[in-house]
């Protein structure tokens, strides 16, 4: 008879925050997760980090520590910091309020191409709604992400990213497969949907 498996550790917030100043994570996340001074430049490097699931943000640093997801800078800082450290800030970001998008007006055409294609994918083209995993309002679920409210640029690389094969981290590679058939428009319009939200 094989022992249950052990629940996951849970972070201490409090600790988190002390923490995302030793180990320089407010640098490109931000004190309050919505990204901080060069993290919202043209190349959109850096993920607004707050409100999201602990479990996930777990997840992509242990991902970033063994090369599952590529990024040199990640790579770096996920190796140095300590297991207790990860699960402390990420339970701090988890605790903030959740990440808030700014509707562009002038991109309300891209954003309604954004919606349809969330909502309902594209079933001719084999394209899933990416609200089966990420929920109808793109909060998240499980290890899907709450990708509402992320910065456009950020969101607009990662798509990218997922459908070049340059990024491929997700359960039986479900984002590569979703994201295959799209075009740099419709990667644009959903960006622009849901960094609006």
């Not at 990662?158 to 590679?173: A, C, M, V």
């Amino acid at each position: 008879m094989s022992a249950p498996p052990t629940p996951p550790q849970q972070g201490n917030p409090l600790l988190g925050r002390e923490k995302i100043d030793s180990e320089r994570c407010q640098e490109c996340h931000g004190i309050d997760g919505q990204g901080a001074g060069h993290a919202n430049g043209p190349e959109g490097k850096f993920a607004k980090l707050a409100g999201q699931d602990a479990a996930y943000l777990v997840k992509q640093m242990q991902d970033f520590r063994s090369g599952a997801r590529k990024h040199d800078q990640m790579a770096i800082m996920a190796r140095s910091v300590s297991d207790e450290d990860v699960r402390d800030i990420s339970a701090y970001f988890a605790s903030l309020p959740v990440m808030k998008g700014e509707p562009d007006p002038k991109a309300a055409a891209a954003s309604a191409i954004g919606q349809r294609l969330y909502e309902q994918g594209d079933a001719t083209r084999g394209v899933p709604a990416c609200a089966s995993c990420h929920s109808h309002q793109a909060k998240g679920a499980a290890l899907a992400p709450r990708i509402a409210g992320q910065e456009w640029r950020y969101l607009d690389k990662q798509l990218r990213d997922w459908r070049s094969g340059d990024r491929k981290n997700s359960p039986d590679g479900v984002m590569n497969k979703a994201l295959a058939p799209l075009t740099d428009a419709e990667i644009e319009a959903l960006a622009t949907h849901l960094a609006s939200q």
